[in-house]
């Protein structure tokens, strides 16, 4: 019997380098509303009091960068100075150019060597699914996202008072013969006033948090540290500078799998570094909704300015049911993967990127997100009969 740990974390939206996300995210979707066309590539910085926004933007559209960061911050609950940030009061500093027309030229249909619409840049993507949980996700991060969801529901509600915007979670699942057993950790740092004893808000989040998305892998051997330094008063930009695109094992499968390097947030679709793992996601997703496999991994790989993916590559760890060859026929016969076919199956000129840029791209169940869809599974299954 083969046992072993792998161990995921999330963020709360209030983290500082979500908030950068979110910031990023809800640029591109203000803009794809006023011009599905818009090239975008957003980046943001924040520290103490301030936020600094930078990056390139080709667009027909309007664009109130300082407006829309102050929304932002006022929706993930920074209304506070105490929590390093506010924001009516934040410095908020633009500097936005054009894109490259050297770059715009590999993307843009009609031009460039390759007349069909290239990729943005050249790299490689990651997709993956596992049959271990109903979002056909990896247990770890499904879980650390749960705790953090929750973390900002009970801060927002109420339901526990004098927290802060700032947290993050932890969890560590035992695998035996790779099935998941059992919580063996739990870890929950969470930002709170002075006005809340540690020993209060620990019971409270012990209550009021961890059993409700945990108890089901609880035992009497699972460890739980919450707030483990004995204090989180100085939390969000005030304690710790945020940037775009550092979170990335975050947003994608929790270190399950392998990743491409690339960042999501900010980026339009014509971005593979996004659009290309969310197609990977699809696939990967679809493999195992069909009973393919039970674990799938999809490489994707791109050249700058060309259609056509350089390279695709399936490994089902020894999972699938038919052979990897025929998998693989089934990806390159049914799937679209040219970043124009991409961009057109998903529906991706369009504002739904905010949502994703806290607590996760994948594995949720919501129509905003056609990659999570199983809609392929189907014929999948009836072709590879």
Known sequence: MKKYVITSESVTEGHPDKVCDQISDAILDNLLAQDPESRVAIECLTTIGSVHIAGEVTTRGFLDAQRIARQVLKEIGY???KF???YEDAGIWVAIHSQSPDISQGVSEGQGEDKEQGAGDQGMMYGYASNETPELMPLPIILAHKLTKKLAEVRKSNLIPNLGPDGKSQVSIEYEDNKPKRLTAVVIAQQHTDSISEEQLRKEILEKVIMPVCKNWMD???KIHINATGRFVVGGPEGDTGVTGRKIIVDTY???GRHGGGAFSG???SKVDRSGAYAARYIAKNIVAAGLADKCEVQLSYAIGISKPTSITI????T?????EQISRLVYDNFNLTPKGIIESLNLRRPLYKKTASYGHFGRNDSDFPWEATDKANLLREKAQ
């Open 220 to 222: 009497s051997n699972t």
């Open 79 to 81: 209304t506070n100075p």
């Open 320 to 324: 699938n049911k038919i052979s990897e």
């Open 84 to 86: 390093g940030l506010d």
């Open 254 to 256: 929790g270190g399950v």
């Open 267 to 269: 980026k339009d679709p």
């Open 315 to 318: 490994d089902c760890f020894n």
